[in-house]
């Protein structure tokens, strides 16, 4: 071999290199296939009966063991924003856990998932619902609405909020509420959500709420002392979910994801369920 | 046999040339534009080019029938030997004296270009005519062309008022993008910027291109006197886009109409139709 | 032959080596779908399968027609058929170089094929392969689907690419030279269906419109440049593909959060009673949540498009005096609405918010740092306004437009509950930031703050003028100052009947 054609092979080889590159990315022409339509997702499930009757589900959610006291998450007179509003008179406190005097826990959201075929859903009601914000804490602190109803967002505070849903189906609502907004700014949750989702306040970052919107009334929280009452259900199994932010210690989570529950016609199923510390990640 | 095949290797390549060189024009392989630059400057660099073109052509020609008479000559004469030469002194001061003499010519002939371009543009900036040919800023930056008119019927009466609306934002400004509108048939000032690295500003139907420094706020001459829309392009590296660093400079015999266009487009407040006159007067009073 | 000569000559042959790594553009999921796949396997598959079998691959789309995406569709009718090759009338011209297209044969019972090449001289479509029987009917309707988006992916890949990635995540080969410079967006990850600078309203997404401007003029101040110069045909084909790539991704990301139950808890371990969500989330609901997530994406992009969702303003913009000017100033650092909390008193953006621990919005973990951040984590800044830069177009209509539905996924909210007339006060304030200065006097002079508490200007002059005139124009005289002097404007004299509250900080 000398080195002329060592020479003449080295340069074929750089110039053939050059072209090895070619080919694909982005130059190339893809190829289509066409898909038509979307998959039916209804299941043929035969025949719907009319669900005949309604019933009533009451009970309580109750703590087994001390909850921990609430923390302070903005001292009276502390806050860092708008500190003439926001925790002018009386601290902020942390409302991720709320046990009532007999162990019972505030704010669990239990509700039924889908509507069962076959029953007969009331329609939503003309009165807005009303979700207010004082002191930098929004009232209520879990609400359930129907959706396609309206959702008033007021304000007694004197300083500007911004307001920010975030809901995983419906359109998502952020906008800034003006101070001493008494009409209420009109919103509403357009599409059934599955699950609970945050609402927050972009300008006061403890701000935090809960809403759920349900295409159907089979919804509620539960009280101060921890009970919950659910009337007009459509007599038969249903599966209901109960939720609490703190469930799994973060981000909120099922309590009970599953609760089979029969309701008689014209009748009342009781309900009591208990949940442990280590359920909320304590 | 052999030296009749590079005899003729070394005749033919020169012939291809000066084939080329010739229906190049006619192929449109010859200057953009159409071979005709677009300002009164660009036809003179032109000019200049094609004289040393001519130039060149009979040196080459000249040189390359040499050569091949001489491959051709030697060709044929298979026994006779190189013989040796000690030079000659006299021909090689002929072949140092006539180049020189033709370089000093070109080299004189083409300082008035330069000067004009690259001199006397930057002269006298603070005569009173002068900053009132002022049509944009233009700041480059990575990868587009960010243009900026001062409001339409704004003049320029000092060099100070020139540098003052290059300093700052100004009321009535029109901002526009990759797009630049230049005057036809008048000289046109434009100050170059750059908002981060070396870019230049080449507009190859203008014969104009200018380097884009960081920092500093370079004035560029020209008059066009060509109607029509001219390529406007990169020439200095400046990252990955570099390649696509476009845009496109009209020349439009009423540049103010123009101006004024953009500036309604400018103002859209989404009710008004553009151009319609406001219920009041929004604050332009136009000098 | 030297060790030298062979090392030299086998260096020159590297280029074959590196010129080998032929780029396969390939679609990347979500790095949650491998997270996922640690825990369930069957529901990281299901993913995968189901965004390849809809959507397909950079080199191998799906036209799925569920998605509202203009796939570009040439109708037509058969003339005759022999094997694979079919005589057709075309009602409109494909464009030349047509191939690799889908082909639908007939309504009735519609056949699936692909087309190879199409020669408009003899009008013969040669089809590659075909669903079914070979033979069709003269007279069988025959649609030809998918040019524009073929269009939209090639121009995609070779304008776009680079930055925003092969799968639309932010995150191509120079994205990363950006994100060297701290504080510049980076690269729009379409994924979250989510664009900053639109013209539709709080909660919709982007229109087209939209997006072609964005194309088109650029981002001033930021990364992304301006394609003036490109056609139209060219805009609207990428137009397409990156809502294509956006609803992709929005698939994807509904199907995660569907089977967020499934993943890993914080500390690694799988979800209690696993298996039965799994049967329940992963197989018996996935076909349902698939179809739900793709038709609400369907509908979101569907709804972007409707000119009732378009911010237009009710009133034409109020006429831009001082009076207004003041007025602007004033709503902007009240505490009804906060403007001057993220944006400065001065309108620099470096309002008290930034110095403060923001929370992650999702998650309402603090972040580490302290700062304001977009929907994507980035820190961002809130908008210098003395800068003179308005990424989302400086027209009163844009302006008007930020203030009322605010920047999406940004900290920006909008103001819609504000009057019409406030908010075009606020617009005209915030034009002439950049211009006059961020800060009024008592004589309602508008100037750049700095060391004076006020404009500097000629005390002897009456007060008389009664109009509310505007700033004059520099041009007619000498107005060679630094930015930080104040601005000496002897014409300006307006009725001081409006009394701008003082310039000074309000706490």
Redesign the interface.
């Known amino acids: 071999?000398t080195?002329r054609s060592?020479?003449i092979?080295?340069?074929a080889?750089?110039s053939?290199?050059?072209?090895?590159?070619?080919?694909?990315?982005?130059?190339?022409?893809?190829?289509?296939?066409?898909?038509?339509?979307?998959?039916?997702?209804k299941?043929n499930d035969g025949p719907v009966t009319n669900i005949d009757g309604t019933g009533v589900l009451s009970g309580t959610i109750k703590l087994v063991g001390t909850a921990p006291a609430p923390s302070v998450i903005v001292a009276r007179g502390a806050a860092?924003?708008?500190a003439t509003v926001c925790g002018a008179d009386a601290a902020i406190i942390d409302q991720s856990l709320q046990v009532g005097p007999g162990n019972g826990i505030a704010n669990v959201f239990v509700y039924i998932d889908k509507a069962p075929p076959g029953a007969t859903i009331p329609a939503a009601p003309a009165e807005p619902a009303v979700f207010d914000q004082k002191g930098c804490v929004f009232i209520p602190h879990a609400l359930v609405v129907r959706s396609e109803q309206t959702v008033l967002i007021k304000s007694q505070d004197?300083?500007?909020h911004?307001t920010?849903t975030?809901p995983?189906?419906s359109?998502?609502?952020?906008?800034?509420?003006?101070?001493n907004?008494r009409g209420g700014?009109a919103m509403t949750y357009n599409?059934h959500e599955k699950l609970p989702f945050?609402v927050?306040c972009?300008?006061h970052?403890w701000m935090?709420a809960y809403h759920l919107a349900l295409d159907h009334p089979w919804g509620t929280i539960t009280k101060a002392d921890g009970s919950f009452e659910l009337k007009g259900l459509p007599a038969s199994t249903l599966t209901l979910r109960v939720w609490h932010e703190k469930a799994g210690g973060?981000?909120g989570?099922f309590l009970q994801?599953s609760l089979e529950v029969t309701i008689p016609k014209d009748g009342t199923v009781s309900k009591d369920l208990e949940f442990k510390l280590s359920d909320f990640g304590l | 046999m052999s030296r009749i095949f590079w005899c003729l290797f070394f005749t033919v390549w020169p012939i291809v040339a000066i084939v080329v060189c010739a229906i190049a024009p006619a192929m449109d392989w010859a200057f953009p534009g159409n071979r005709e630059a677009a300002t009164p400057l660009g036809q003179r660099i032109d000019d200049l080019f094609y004289l040393i073109l001519g130039i060149v052509t009979v040196t080459f020609i000249a040189t390359m029938g040499a050569l091949a008479y001489v491959l051709w000559k030697g060709s044929k004469n298979e026994d006779e030997k190189g013989w040796f030469s000690h030079g000659s002194h006299n021909l090689e001061v002929i072949w140092t004296i006539v180049p020189a003499g033709v370089l000093l010519f070109i080299a004189l002939y083409q300082i008035d270009v330069w000067a004009i371009y690259r001199v006397r543009a930057h002269e006298n900036l603070e005569d009173t005519a002068r900053p009132s040919h002022l049509v944009a800023e233009v700041t480059a930056r990575q990868f587009e062309w960010r243009i900026r008119y001062p409001a339409p019927g704004t003049k320029f009466k000092t060099y100070k008022q020139l540098k003052a609306w290059l300093a700052r934002p100004h009321a009535g400004d029109i901002y526009a993008v990759n797009k630049l509108f230049v005057p036809l048939n008048r000289e046109t000032l434009i100050y170059l910027k750059s908002a981060d690295v070396q870019h230049s500003f080449f507009v190859p139907d203008l014969r104009v291109k200018q380097d884009a420094m960081p920092g500093q706020s370079i004035d560029i001459w020209f008059t066009v006197n060509k109607a029509g829309k001219f390529n406007l392009t990169c020439a200095e590296l400046c990252g990955w886009g570099h390649y696509k660093m476009r845009g496109e400079v009209e020349a439009v015999e009423d540049l103010q109409a123009r101006l004024i266009e953009l500036k309604n487009l400018q103002d859209y407040d989404g009710v008004t139709p553009p151009g319609a006159a406001p219920a009041e007067a929004s604050g332009e009073a136009t000098p | 032959?030297t060790p030298r000569?062979l090392i030299?000559?086998l260096t020159?042959?590297?280029?074959?080596?590196?010129?080998?790594?032929?780029?396969?553009?390939e679609f990347v999921n979500d790095q949650r779908v491998e997270q996922l796949a640690t825990t369930s396997e069957i529901a990281a598959d299901n993913i995968r399968n189901g965004l390849a079998?809809?959507f397909?691959s950079?080199?191998?789309?799906?036209?799925?027609?569920?998605l509202p995406v203009d796939?570009g569709e040439i109708t037509g009718t058969v003339l005759s058929a022999s094997d694979n090759s079919l005589r057709v009338s075309l009602d409109t011209d494909p464009p030349a170089g047509l191939?690799?297209?889908?082909?639908?044969l007939g309504t009735e019972t519609?056949r699936?094929a692909?087309a190879a090449a199409y020669d408009a001289a003899t009008r013969t479509l040669t089809l590659v392969q075909q669903d079914g029987d070979a033979t069709t009917a003269p007279g069988t309707s025959i649609r030809l689907?998918?040019h524009n988006?073929?269009a939209g992916?090639?121009l995609y890949?070779?304008h776009c690419?680079h930055c925003h990635g092969v799968t639309g995540d932010g995150n191509g080969p120079t994205a990363r030279y950006i994100a060297n410079h701290r504080l510049n967006p980076l690269p729009r990850d379409y994924r979250r269906g989510l664009f900053k600078f639109t013209s539709t309203k709080?909660?919709?997404r982007a229109s087209r419109d939209d997006l072609r401007r964005t194309i088109k003029q650029g981002l001033a101040g930021t990364y992304m440049p301006s394609f003036l110069m490109m056609k139209v045909e060219e805009v609207d084909a990428i137009v397409e593909y990156i809502r294509f790539l956006a609803m992709r991704g929005e698939v994807e990301r509904?199907l995660l959060?569907h089977l967020k139950?499934l993943m890993p808890r914080?500390d690694g371990t799988p979800p209690g009673d696993l298996k039965a969500?799994e049967k329940e989330l992963a197989v018996d609901g996935f076909?349902?949540a698939?179809?739900?997530a793709?038709?609400?994406v369907a509908e979101?992009w569907t709804k972007a498009e409707e000119t009732t969702n378009l911010v237009t303003p009710t009133m034409p913009r109020v006429p831009d005096t001082v009076a207004s000017r003041i007025k602007g100033r004033n709503l902007f650092i009240s505490?009804?609405?906060?403007c001057a909390?993220c944006h400065g008193e001065g309108g620099r953006g470096n309002g008290?918010?930034l110095n403060?621990i923001?929370?992650n919005?999702?998650?309402?973990q603090n972040y580490p740092t302290p700062g304001l951040r977009d929907d994507w984590h980035n820190m961002i800044r809130p908008r210098n306004l003395t800068a003179d830069i308005f990424r989302g177009g400086r027209r009163p209509l844009d302006v008007f437009r930020r203030v009322t539905a605010?920047v999406k996924a940004t900290?920006m909210?909008?103001?819609?509950?504000?009057p019409s007339e406030d908010r075009w006060h606020i617009v005209n304030y915030v034009l002439s930031i950049p211009i006059d200065g961020a800060f009024f006097d008592e004589h309602g002079h508008q100037y750049h703050g700095g060391d004076n508490p006020h404009a500097a200007h000629d005390h002897s002059h009456p007060h008389a003028k009664p109009a509310d005139k505007p700033a004059d124009k520099p041009a007619d005289k000498p107005a060679d100052k630094p930015a930080d002097k104040p601005a000496d404007k002897p014409a300006d004299k307006p009725a001081t009947a409006t009394k701008p509250e003082p310039a000074k900080d309000k706490k």
Not at chain 1, 33 to 39: F, N, V, W
């Open positions: 071999m080195i060592l020479t092979a080295a340069l080889g750089t053939l290199g050059l072209f090895a590159g070619c080919g694909g990315g982005a130059s190339a022409t893809p190829t289509i296939t066409y898909k038509a339509g979307g998959d039916s997702s299941k860092k924003r708008d004197a300083a500007g911004n920010k975030n995983r189906r359109q998502p609502f952020d906008s800034t509420i003006p101070a907004e700014v599409k945050l927050i972009s300008m970052t935090k973060s981000a989570g994801r | 032959m000569h030299l000559s020159a042959l590297w280029p074959l080596v590196v010129g080998c790594a032929d780029y396969q553009a079998e809809h397909g950079p080199n191998a789309l799906v036209a799925w027609d569920v796939f191939s690799q297209v889908a082909v639908v519609p699936n692909t689907i998918g988006l073929q992916r090639r890949m070779q690419m709080n909660g919709i509904k959060d139950p914080a969500l076909a349902e698939f179809a739900d793709t038709s609400l979101t505490t009804k609405i906060n909390k008290g918010f403060e923001q929370k919005r999702e998650t309402q605010g900290p909210a909008g103001f819609a509950a504000l």
